[in-house]
């Protein structure tokens, strides 16, 4: 029964996030203030994955811009030679050309290659990332549904406590009274001195006289 509840309860996550942006979750400071320790825990391995995406991610980025710097100096090599012709011999030029142009296929290719990588990463990046909002969401379910119970608990508490509040209020303001008549009526017989008699110095103390 909890199974099928828990499967029944996924679908409608996965329904309420189609066709949302959902923000980088490890990217978000957000994210991190709202897990606690034991819940980070539990989505741990599709955060570590997500973060790994994310860092491959940068790395191809620097690859293809380290590339293309390096194929535009190699590019600018082989123009300056074509105009070189008498300060450098025939063969010299060739070769030194000829390996340059070797070395402009191998970035080309390796160009090609990040690109392929970067455009399927996106997806994934996407891919896990719903996968951890899914958990993240699963885990906020199950926590406020504990918060609601406890303060569900915590508001009868406080409302017990009210009532018991206003009957030990009202039998203090009653003892307070009957004090009161106590104490006049023995002032009444025995005049100031029925402070010292009774001993009642403190037990008067803030009492409305």
Known sequence: MKHEEDEHRRELFEQALKGKHIPVLTLDNKWYQLLNGEAREGVARLEGELNALLKQQGKLNNEVKEIKRLKKRLMGE????MGDDEQRDDSENAQKTEQNKRLVEECNEKLENCQDELLELPRE??????????????WCYDIMAVNTESIQQTEEW????RV???KRLVRKQEMERHN????SYMHDVFGAEVVDIFDM???LDGQDM
Request: without cysteine.
């Open 78 to 81: 082989i123009v300056s030679m």
């Open 164 to 166: 018991e509040l206003k």
């Open 158 to 161: 406080i409302s017990e406590i």
């Open 201 to 203: 110095h403190h037990d």
């Open 125 to 138: 990046i996407e891919r896990v990332n719903f996968q951890l909002m899914l958990a993240t969401m699963d």
């Open 180 to 183: 009161h008549a106590i104490y």
